[in-house]
């Protein structure tokens, strides 16, 4: 049972940003969102994660809207290196510790 | 330094035959997590590992699966008598403390079943 609604698809010309939505209407208010995006043949890699306020590092920006049921993942200026797969995730103590990936969204960076 | 190592990267194996697949989580950390991923799909739980102890296996999908970790760091994930449908790429994640903090993935073992 998916708890977050991607997507499936996206583009983005290289140099622009890429802004990621997911949707998580039924989030709990001690459940944080994570993002992890997979790029062809590795593992999951972390990107960022955020409970209430807008969260910002190297990687990406993450913006929560003020009811929390949905979120933006920002890459600035993405890259062809960008090209993956990103999964929205929500996770915490009432969803224990087993991450729900779902289907996540394909990002294709064109140049 | 050092993140979650996965070896072997690539098991061809035949059906029938048992394999082992091994995990190598950051130094230190305390959790560790199994998850299958189908081609196409994303990751599904299999197992998860506080040190020695088994906390959740309910996602192991049948006792042909088994993982253990028995000195709290090193897992080892066994498939016994493969079947087809047992291909696909197997990660593993370790987080620092409980369950509830980031995971970090290794790069996966993919499994093929012929």
């Known amino acids: 049972d998916a708890k977050t609604t991607q997507p499936t698809s996206m583009d983005c010309a290289e140099g622009r940003a890429a802004n990621l939505p997911c949707n998580h209407s039924?989030?709990?208010?001690?459940?944080?969102v994570y993002w992890y995006r997979q790029i062809h043949s590795q593992g999951p890699q972390y990107i960022i994660h955020?409970?209430?306020n807008n969260e910002t590092n190297e990687m990406a920006s993450l913006i929560i809207t003020e009811d929390r049921k949905s979120s933006t993942l920002i890459l600035p200026h993405a890259t062809l290196r960008d090209t993956a797969v990103y999964y929205c995730?929500?996770?915490?103590?009432?969803?224990?510790?087993?991450?729900?990936f779902g289907k996540g969204t394909s990002l294709l960076v064109t140049p | 330094g050092a993140g979650v190592s996965q070896s072997p990267r690539y098991k061809v194996a035949k059906r029938g035959q048992d394999v082992a697949l091994r995990c190598d989580p950051i130094?230190?950390?305390?959790?560790l997590f199994w998850y299958q991923q189908a081609l196409g799909q994303g990751p599904e739980f299999l197992t998860y590992?506080?040190?020695?102890?088994?906390?959740?296996k309910s996602g192991l999908p049948s006792d042909r699966f088994f993982a253990e970790r028995p000195e709290g760091s090193v897992s080892t994930l066994k498939i016994q008598r493969t079947q087809q449908e047992d291909s696909a790429v197997y990660l593993c994640?370790?987080?620092?403390?409980?369950?509830?903090?980031?995971?970090?993935f290794g790069p996966g073992t993919r499994l093929l079943v012929l």
């Open positions: 994640a370790s987080s620092f403390l409980d369950g509830q903090e980031t995971q970090y």
């Open positions: 039924t989030i709990s208010g001690n459940e944080y």
């Open positions: 955020g409970l209430k």
């Open positions: 995730i929500v996770s915490g103590l009432n969803s224990g510790y087993a991450l729900n």
């Open positions: 130094s230190g950390h305390v959790s």
């Open positions: 590992f506080q040190n020695e102890a088994q906390l959740d």
